[in-house]
């Protein structure tokens, strides 16, 4: 990705977390946005297009940050983009209601010398507090345009756009460190200009004075810019010595007293302070000391029923498109041009089969993501990190990186790009390699089919045991990663802030949901779609093969099967899928209806009529919603609106299963799938993230342990009968 | 002097010194928890820790491990006086605090 498309000026948008950027990003951007990576980094940064009076400009998300320190990946990527790529215009989106701390960035960024404007967000959360903020005065004050705003109801916006735009150099005023620092900061500079950075000398004097330790390693190029150094170093020890204080501090306590006085000058608040705000009174509830455990699981229970069931009669209905419809005029159109047989195989055998069995897995992941936006969008997740950190605590972890390992529930690459929301690389690492064995969403399809199988009476327990298995493994991985790869390493530090609860906008939850769910149909379309056909030819090859089992794919996957002896599942059919299950976790069941039902006889062909079918389908959809609502309603307590009685019959896939399986070795066969190694795409975050000896590491011992659990399985259901 | 983790629900302190090194003391400079502000505990966690506080108008949680690092002064035993009020179930909540403090 360019970030920087062509003359177009660049503008980003930084700022404190929660502070409503990504909400101003989505409004200003709308569908034209997309995540990629920044140059040369392996940083994923969102950047769009937004249009203001007929000049375009690109709009870049920088992670959200409370400083401008080297000591998070966040803080440090915000701080080297605005340095490295000098935008034309910086956008501080600063939360109105917490004024002071949000100008402590703004006047950091003010000091990495890019042109600013300042956006005042959720002016209306501000009003509703009582607070009044004087923008005449804040602007006059900052010496840079201030534009209120409310992104989540997009007022304000079209000025901001404006001002970012048009803006007239600013004069921005700086922080008076005082006579001491100032002195100091004089000294440096010319020589800093000279020797490290051009563009923000009194920046770059302030980090050599507190000593961060990421500038001072830009100073050991030369041995001038080491001299440098020390005498930075030496001035901090004078200073120090003058105050009785370090650096850091007086210059923190400095920053603090200057905003702490621009706000006291602009801000004025009527309403009396005693009054207790809602979100005190939600989180005398959700972080009771009684209630609030058993209110976080309950709430991750119902984004599991919701993800589970709301989407069930959707997934009904996509099936219905692909598989009978589109496939029932496929095959009409093919055979009234007398096509050859191979190639009407290809298209419903190969094609539609493959990527149906995926499509009709979308409205799992639009509900799931749903769910999860909603749970972050309105500030429960850092309830979620306070409530659990004592437990995740246990496993030298942030409560945070509870966080990922839900998202993993959903797919695994989301999980672990979120591992990048914590702080140290251990965590990330740690929770990364943990996210794998949270069972994804992809591996469910396979669960459901095998579990309704094999056992009818218990299905939803087999498939709740394999979650629980898999946090369990993951658990212990934790702990002896923690013991062995990790020994010796520090805890990371907690430090969190529990924003006040907002209304999630309904624009910024759709466009969160419809931006995860896309990439998964993109991966459906090409990725899985190549798998299908890749998996259709070696099975239909050499050409004029009969037996599934002559095919390439048979003798190959034939020559591995033994391997797989000793867990009840030896044969080709199994270990074929299990390996197009590489490409991606739910391909291993439409390989397994390809390898299974593919040599079925073609399918006669029935007349087609396109009226009915066009009818069946749009009655299909509104019975879809319909049946999800009820479902939904139904878990008010109390309420049953949905029929029990009917559960899915066998379908052909599951017989077919059932002729080839056993019930211990399907469950050593889903609890193989449940753990070994990650899908392409999972691999592929793990190696941007980690690097490929982590990436490489995750598979060798996912699927080692994969293959010893596999086998424990299939003794212990032996031995159970 | 007292540290932040000897204080129970509802009380009040201003901060003395933050100890501590590297990355958590910076951290805790640029959340605003500098000496001379006012801070307050509002709530304990589930499990006993993390603690929830208010300071400089917003809710920052840290751990007991983290708090210990804030020295603080005048305790303002549960009076109120900004945002976080006086808790109706005050005696109960400390209580409760005190065993999740005790380790």
Known sequence: ?721 | MPSLTDLSPSDHAIIQEVRGHGALRKRLLDMGVIPGAEIAVVRVAPLGDPVEYLVKGYHLSLRHSEAQQILVHTVMAGAGGDGTAPEKTGRWRRWLARRGHGR
Request: glycine share 8%.
């Open chain 1, 1 to 721: 990705m360019a970030v920087r498309a062509g003359a177009q000026p660049l503008v980003v948008l930084a700022g404190n977390p929660n502070a409503g950027k990504s909400t101003i990003f989505n409004a200003l951007t709308g569908a034209r946005q997309h995540v990629g990576n920044w140059p040369g980094k392996t940083v994923a940064v969102s950047s769009g297009t937004a249009h203001w009076n007929g000049t375009s400009v690109t709009l870049v998300d920088l992670p959200g940050t409370y400083s401008l320190s080297a000591h998070s990946l966040e803080e440090t990527i915000a701080r080297d983009f605005i340095l490295e790529e000098h935008p034309d215009v910086a956008i501080v989106v600063a939360d109105a209601t917490n004024l002071e701390r949000n100008l402590y960035l703004a006047v950091q960024i003010l000091e990495l010398g890019a042109p600013t404007t300042l956006a005042l967000n959720m002016m209306d959360a501000a009003e509703a507090d009582g607070t009044i903020i004087d923008v005449d005065l804040l602007q006059r004050l900052l010496g840079i345009p201030v534009t209120p705003t409310v992104g989540s109801k997009r007022r304000g916006l079209e000025d901001l756009l404006q001002q970012a735009i048009e803006q007239a150099t600013p004069q921005p005023r700086t922080v008076d460190y005082g006579q001491e620092l100032e002195q100091a900061i004089a000294a440096l500079q010319p020589e800093i200009a000279r020797l490290i950075d051009p563009r923000a000398p009194r920046y770059t004097a302030l980090k050599l004075l507190e000593g961060d330790p990421r500038i001072e390693a830009l100073c050991d190029q030369s041995p001038a810019a080491v001299a440098l150094r020390d005498e930075a170093r030496a001035a901090a020890q004078r200073i120090g010595t003058i105050y009785g204080d370090d650096v850091e501090l007086l210059i923190a306590d400095r920053r603090y007293g200057y905003v702490h006085g621009l706000a006291h000058q602009v801000v004025t608040n009527s309403r009396s302070a005693q009054q207790r705000s809602i979100t005190d009174r939600i989180d005398d509830l959700v972080a009771h000391r009684a209630l609030g455990l058993p209110i976080f699981f309950g709430l991750m229970a119902l984004v599991f029923v919701l993800t589970a069931n709301a989407s069930a009669p959707f997934v009904t209905w996509i099936d219905l498109v692909v598989n009978q419809v589109l496939a029932g005029w496929v095959t009409a159109v093919l055979t009234a041009v007398s096509a050859p047989a191979w190639l009407l195989s290809l298209l419903v055998d190969g094609v539609l089969a493959g990527v149906g069995g995926v499509m009709v897995f979308l409205p799992v992941l639009l509900v799931l993501y749903f769910c999860l936006a909603v749970l972050e969008d309105s500030g429960y997740m850092a309830r979620a990190a306070f409530v659990m950190d004592r437990l995740m605590h246990l496993l030298g972890l942030h409560g945070k990186s509870f966080i990922p390992l839900v998202v993993g529930f959903g797919c695994n690459v989301p999980g672990i790009l979120a591992t990048r929301t914590l702080e140290n690389r251990r965590d990330r690492l740690l929770t990364g390699l943990m996210v794998p064995l949270m069972s994804c969403a992809a591996r469910l399809p396979i669960y459901v089919i095998f579990a309704a199988a094999f056992f009818p009476g218990n299905a939803a327990l087999v498939v709740f045991g394999l979650y629980v298995l898999g946090i369990a493994l993951a658990v212990l991985s934790g702990l002896l990663f923690r013991r062995t790869l990790f020994a010796g390493t520090a805890d990371s530090l907690f430090v969190l802030e529990l924003p006040p609860y907002r209304m999630p906008a309904l624009h910024g939850l759709v466009t969160h949901m419809w931006r995860h769910s896309e990439e998964f149909v993109r991966k459906a379309a090409t990725l899985i779609l190549l798998a299908s056909i890749v998996v259709w030819a070696l099975l239909n090859l050499p050409v004029g093969v009969d037996d599934t089992a002559d095919s390439l794919f048979g003798r190959a996957a034939g020559v591995v099967a033994p391997l797989f002896a000793p867990l009840g599942f030896g044969n080709w059919e199994a270990t074929g899928s299990l390996a197009t299950g590489l490409v991606a976790k739910e391909v291993v069941i439409s390989s397994m209806s390809v390898i299974y039902l593919g040599d079925n006889e073609a399918p006669e062909p029935q007349p087609v009529d396109v009226a009915a079918d066009l009818r069946a389908v749009v009655v299909g959809f509104g019975e879809a919603v319909l049946e999800s609502v009820k479902v939904v309603i139904s878990i008010l307590p109390g309420v049953d609106l949905v029929s029990h009685d009917g559960a899915a019959g066998d379908t052909s896939l599951s017989i077919a299963l059932q002729q080839n399986f056993s019930p211990a070795s399907a469950a050593a066969f889903l609890v193989f799938v449940l753990i070994y190694a990650p899908c392409i795409a999972t691999v592929g975050a793990l190696k941007s993230e980690y690097g490929g000896r982590w990436a490489a590491f995750s598979i060798f011992y996912l699927t080692a342990l994969a293959w010893i659990a596999g086998l424990v399985a299939y003794r212990l259901a032996l031995w159970l009968g």
